[in-house]
């Protein structure tokens, strides 16, 4: 089981809300009415044996930092703080290798509602996935990649941490980091997600000078966030969104979870948020936009 484990880089959270974000977060669990679950994208064409191919894969060019020292992959946290109102709202899509059993029982670490949400009110939005979703719900994971609303992010294959400590998360292979973000981009490619972007969140935000330079290579901007949404176990949306509407920013990132069992008053609050952010003169933003600005 992933933990949420989100902390903002390079300073400390109160006591309580550090207790908060190292609780389990089983990842993006949603509702179980086949009904709300967004559908692929038609195919055009079939292959001779009457297969439809798998979509072409075109990352998106986003915008990138600069390498840190020595090389090391840069870390955005927020952007501008004194330009435009913007904040960008993400969403992690959690699952790690172990719950592909729970799946297979029917429980849901989707949230279709969610996305529906999204859609319907015109929030842009930064999916972060990791590989082990979009192999569970490659429909899903291609519906999104090919919105022009959203873009898609690494969150890592399967969760696993890469630094420790990391609130109990199992931790990847000593030297494997790169090839991590690389498994889950080649999962991205075979479901067909189109719109994926080089950005990538670590698990638990966990991370460290020797790993920034292991996923050197891999050509990613990490990107952490500097409002949590306190949403895991959440279950009412009212202090979700009380929380995100006292943090936010000019330049904010606030990270969420698009998940229903775990995080199930996300979608009620994101109808508050979203409105509210707006009536404040806040545009909603996806990262890529945050980075290109500054």
Known sequence: ????????????????????????????????DAAERPKSPPSTAASPAGTPPAPSVRPLAAPTLPPGPGGATPVFSHGRRDGAKRVALTFDADMT????????????????????????LKVPA????????????PDQARSIGSDP??????????????????YGLPAVAPGSARQDVERAAAAFAKAGVERTVPYFRFPGGCHNEAVLRETAPAKVTAVQWDVVSGDAFAKQSGPVADQVLAQVRPGSVVVMHCTH?????????????????????????????LIAAR
């Not at 290798?97 to 319907?120: H, K, M, V, W, Y």
């Not at 690494?154 to 696993?160: E, G, K, R, T």
């Not at 009620?268 to 996806?286: F, N, Q």
Request: net charge positive; aromatic share 8%; hydrophobic share 40%.
């Open 126 to 137: 930064t999916v972060f996935m990791t590989g082990k979703w979009a192999e569970q719900y």
């Open 1 to 32: 089981m992933p933990f949420l484990g989100h902390r903002p880089p390079r300073h400390a959270l109160a006591p309580a809300l550090a207790a908060l974000l190292c609780l389990p977060l089983t990842a993006c669990g949603g509702g179980s």
């Open 97 to 120: 290798a172990d719950q592909d059993r729970r799946a297979a029982r029917g429980e849901r670490f989707d949230n279709p509602q969610l996305i529906s949400t999204l859609r319907r």
């Open 261 to 289: 069992s775990a995080a199930p008053a996300t979608e009620e609050a994101v109808r508050r948020i979203v409105p509210e952010l707006r009536s404040r003169g806040y545009e909603l933003v996806r990262v890529s936009d």
């Open 149 to 166: 609303l959203f873009e898609v992010a690494n969150h890592s294959y399967a969760h696993h941490a890469f630094a420790t400590p990391c």
